[in-house]
C-alpha cells in the first residue's frame, strides 16, 4: 500500500480539509459541504430539481429522479452496503487502474475508461449509503476532474484524447450535480460540449465511442433542458450521425448464428449491444417518430429469437453466441443493459421493459458475483457445471472468462459493475410527465420528491421478489391530488390492490394501474401480486421455471478452489461435486401446483444458504448428457426419455446457484 504516499500534495490538501470540515477552502457546494445532501432533507432538496424536455423535445412519458431522492431500504439497502464492504467499497485500494496514479487523478497510470467507469458506480454506492469514506473516494476524481479543464474545454487526462471515456465521465458529473448542486458542473459540462461540438467535424468519434454515442446524447439532452443552449442539439445531431446506425442493423437482422469479431465486428459486440438498447428512445426525443421509440421492441425481440438466454439477457463472449444456455454472457452487458432499460423505460413508458429490468436485476446481475462481492465473473452461464480456465465454450474470450475473480479474462468489468445495484435502487421510482409518481419496479425503499406541487414521502416496504406483497405508505406534506402508477407485471394475473383496506379493481397485467385520488398522510396502498410457479421455453425445448420475477435453477455441488491472491481478494475455480444431468417432469398444466418454500430473508438473500424461496420438482438424470471440458453439452431437444428413478429435487433462485442448471430438458408427458 505504499503507492498511497504518491497523492500529489493538491490532493492530499484536499482530503485533509475535506475530512476537517474547512468548507472556506472549497467552493460553496464541494465536497466539504455535501454530507448535508445526503440526510433526508437533502435529498428532498435534490429531488426539487425534476427537469422535465424543453421543446422542441419530445416530452418523456416519465422522468428519472435525481439521485438521493430514492433510498434503498430492508433487503436492498443491506445489499448495497454488502457491495460497499465488498470490492467496490475497497476496489482502489487493491487495483492499481483506479488507484492513486490514476490518470483520472492526474496520475500517470489508466488514463482510458477504466477510472470513469468505477466512479460512474462509486458515486451513487456512496450517496445512497451515505457513506462519507466512500464519499471522499468518489470526489477525488471528480474534484480533479472539474479543476483540470483545459482552456479550450476538453476534460480528463491529456494522455488520452479519445471521445469514448468521457461519454461515461459525463454521465458520472450528471449524477454529481443532481445530488449535490454543485454549480461548477453545469459550466463544465457546457465548456466541453462546445470543444467537442468544434473538433468532431475534424476529430469524429472511432471505435468505441462510435457505438456508444447514445449515451453522450443522454446527457446532451439533460444539460439542453437545463440551459436551453442551441449548440447541444447541434451535437447531439453530430454525434448520432458520425454514430452506428443501431435502428438499421435490427430492422434487417443479419447475426443469427455465433458471432465472431473478425466475421462480424463491433456490431455484434455484447455490451456495445447493451447499450444500444437506449439508442432509438433516446434519439426519439429529437425526433419525435413513433418508428424510433418503437424500435427497442423490435430490438428485444431479434435478441430472444436468436441469442436469448434464460436470465433475461442474450449471450456474447464478447460476441453474439446464440441461444445454447451453455453460453455466457459478459457482466458489464449485464449492467449496461440495466441503465438502457431504466433510461428507455422512463422515455417511453412501456410496462414490459421494468419487468425485463427486474428479471436481469434480480437473476443476472447478483448470479454472477460472490455473495460477498469480493470477486465476480466477466462470463456467467444460465447451465454453468464448471468454473475453470477451459477455452470452451468462448468464441473470442479467454480461459479465465467464467473464473470468479478480481479481473479475469479482462478489467473492464471490474471497473464496470459497481454501478448495477446502485442504479437499479435509485430508478425504482421515477416522475411521470403530469406531475405524479410511478413505481417503476419493485424493492424495498423509500423516496422524497415533489408530486402535485407539494413535497411528498412514501415508504415503500416489500420482500419483493421473494414475496408477493408490497406496501407502500403515502405521506404528502399536505393533502394533494396526485396520479400514482403502479407497474403490473406480465406474469402477474390477478393482482390485487387495496387503499386504506378497500379493494380496487383488478388491473390488467403488462400496465401501469393508475390510481388518481387527494392523498393525505398515512395512505397506505397495499398490493398483492400471485407469484405461481411456470414454465418458460427455451433451446431446443428446454424448460426454466420462474416464480414472480425470479428464475429458479438447480444448485450443483460446488468445490472452490483458491487459484491464485489478488491482492486484497483472489481468484477462484469451482468445480461440481454432485450430479447435474437432470430431466425435469414437469408440464405447462402442473407447473402452477409445485411445492413452494418460502424461508427467512438472510443477510445475504442471493447466497445459496439464505436461500429465502426454494421449488420442489420431480426430474430423472439424463445419463446421455454430460459435459466435455467442464462445458455443459447443449441441452438436449426435448421431450426426453430417461430410465433412471424419479427424484424429487430442490430448485433455488438463479442467483444462489453459482454452479446451475437453469434450462432443462423435459421429460415425455
Known amino acids: 500500500m505504499n503507492s498511497f504516499r504518491s497523492t500529489s500534495s493538491r490532493r492530499h490538501f484536499l482530503k485533509q480539509i475535506a475530512v476537517a470540515g474547512a468548507v472556506t477552502a472549497l467552493p460553496v457546494h464541494s465536497f466539504a459541504a455535501q454530507p448535508k445532501f445526503a440526510t433526508k432533507e437533502g435529498a428532498l432538496h435534490s429531488a426539487l430539481g425534476v427537469v422535465k424536455n424543453r421543446a422542441p423535445l419530445t416530452p418523456s412519458a416519465f422522468y428519472t429522479l435525481p439521485l438521493g431522492s430514492v433510498m434503498p431500504k430492508g433487503w436492498l439497502r443491506q445489499q448495497l452496503q454488502v457491495q460497499a464492504d465488498g470490492l467496490s467499497g475497497h476496489l482502489d485500494e487493491t487495483w492499481a487502474d483506479v488507484g492513486p496514479n490514476s490518470g483520472w487523478l492526474g496520475g500517470t497510470g489508466e488514463s482510458w475508461e477504466r477510472g470513469p467507469y468505477y466512479l460512474d458506480g462509486l458515486l451513487p454506492l456512496a450517496y445512497l449509503l451515505n457513506d462519507d469514506a466512500l464519499k471522499m473516494k468518489a470526489h477525488k476524481y471528480i474534484e480533479w476532474t472539474l479543476t483540470n479543464q483545459s482552456v479550450e474545454g476538453m476534460i480528463g487526462p491529456l494522455s488520452n484524447n479519445d471521445w469514448w471515456p468521457r461519454m461515461v465521465m459525463v454521465k458520472v458529473l450528471a449524477q454529481y450535480q443532481e445530488v449535490t448542486g454543485d454549480p461548477r458542473v453545469i459550466p463544465v459540462l457546457t465548456r466541453y460540449f462546445h470543444y467537442q461540438l468544434s473538433m468532431l467535424p475534424a476529430r469524429p468519434i ?254 415503500e416496504e416489500t420482500e419483493y421478489p421473494f414475496r408477493d406483497t408490497v406496501r407502500i405508505t403515502v405521506n404528502p406534506a399536505s393533502p394533494v391530488d396526485f396520479p400514482l402508477r403502479l407497474r403490473i407485471p406480465e406474469w402477474a394475473a390477478g393482482a390485487s390492490i387495496r387503499i386504506n383496506g378497500q379493494l380496487e379493481p383488478t388491473p390488467a397485467p403488462k400496465t401501469f394501474a393508475q390510481i388518481k385520488r387527494l392523498w393525505k398522510a398515512g395512505d397506505v396502498v397495499e398490493m398483492k401480486f400471485p407469484m405461481a410457479p411456470r414454465l418458460a421455453k427455451g433451446f431446443n425445448g428446454s424448460v426454466a421455471i420462474e416464480r414472480g420475477p425470479l428464475v429458479f435453477s438447480f444448485p450443483v455441488g460446488a468445490d472452490w478452489v483458491k487459484l491464485r491472491d489478488r491482492g486484497m481478494t483472489a481468484d477462484w475455480q469451482v468445480y461440481p461435486t454432485t450430479p447435474w444431468n437432470y430431466a425435469l417432469a414437469v408440464h405447462d398444466d402442473t407447473a402452477h401446483v409445485l411445492a413452494v418454500e418460502e424461508r427467512v430473508i438472510g443477510k445475504q438473500p442471493f447466497a445459496l444458504r439464505d436461500a429465502p424461496v426454494r421449488i420442489e420438482v420431480s426430474a430423472r438424470r439424463l445419463m446421455a448428457w454430460t459435459a466435455v471440458d467442464g462445458v455443459a453439452a447443449p441441452v438436449p431437444q426435448s421431450p426426453v426419455e430417461s430410465t433412471e428413478i424419479e427424484e424429487e429435487i430442490i430448485l433455488v433462485p438463479y442467483a444462489a446457484a453459482k454452479l446451475r442448471i437453469t434450462s432443462f430438458p423435459q421429460l415425455k408427458d
Open 206 to 459: 472511432t471505435s468505441w465511442g462510435k457505438y456508444r454515442w447514445q449515451d453522450e446524447v443522454l446527457i446532451v439532452l439533460w444539460l439542453y433542458n437545463r440551459t436551453g443552449d442551441p449548440k447541444l442539439l447541434d451535437l447531439a445531431r453530430l454525434l448520432r450521425s458520425q454514430g452506428y446506425d443501431w435502428q438499421a442493423q435490427f430492422a434487417d437482422f443479419h447475426y443469427t448464428q455465433r458471432c465472431t469479431r473478425e466475421s462480424s465486428g463491433m456490431q455484434t459486440h455484447g455490451v456495445n449491444n447493451a447499450q444500444a438498447m437506449k439508442a432509438s428512445p433516446v434519439w426519439s426525443l429529437i425526433s419525435g417518430k413513433e418508428e424510433d421509440r418503437q424500435a427497442i421492441f423490435h430490438q428485444l425481440a431479434m435478441l430472444d429469437e436468436y441469442h436469448g438466454l434464460p436470465n433475461g439477457m442474450f449471450s456474447a463472449d464478447e460476441h453474439f453466441a446464440g441461444r445454447n444456455p451453455s453460453q455466457g454472457i459478459e457482466l458489464c452487458a449485464v449492467v449496461e443493459m440495466m441503465f438502457s432499460l431504466q433510461q428507455s423505460l422512463a422515455i417511453l413508458g412501456s410496462p414490459e421493459l421494468g419487468d425485463r429490468l427486474e428479471r436481469i436485476a434480480y437473476n443476472a446481475l447478483p448470479g454472477t458475483l460472490t455473495d460477498d462481492m469480493w470477486a465476480h465473473q466477466y462470463n456467467q452461464e444460465p447451465n454453468q457445471v464448471e468454473c475453470s480456465s477451459h477455452h470452451s465454450p468462448w468464441t473470442t474470450d479467454g480461459p479465465d472468462s467464467n473464473l470468479f475473480g478480481l479481473e479475469p479474462n479482462f478489467g473492464c468489468c471490474t471497473a464496470n459493475f459497481h454501478q448495477g445495484w446502485p442504479k437499479m435502487a435509485a430508478n425504482l421510482w421515477m416522475s411521470s410527465a403530469d406531475d405524479g409518481l410511478v413505481a417503476a419496479t419493485y424493492g424495498p425503499s423509500e423516496v422524497r420528491t415533489v408530486a402535485g406541487g407539494v413535497a411528498v414521502h412514501l415508504l
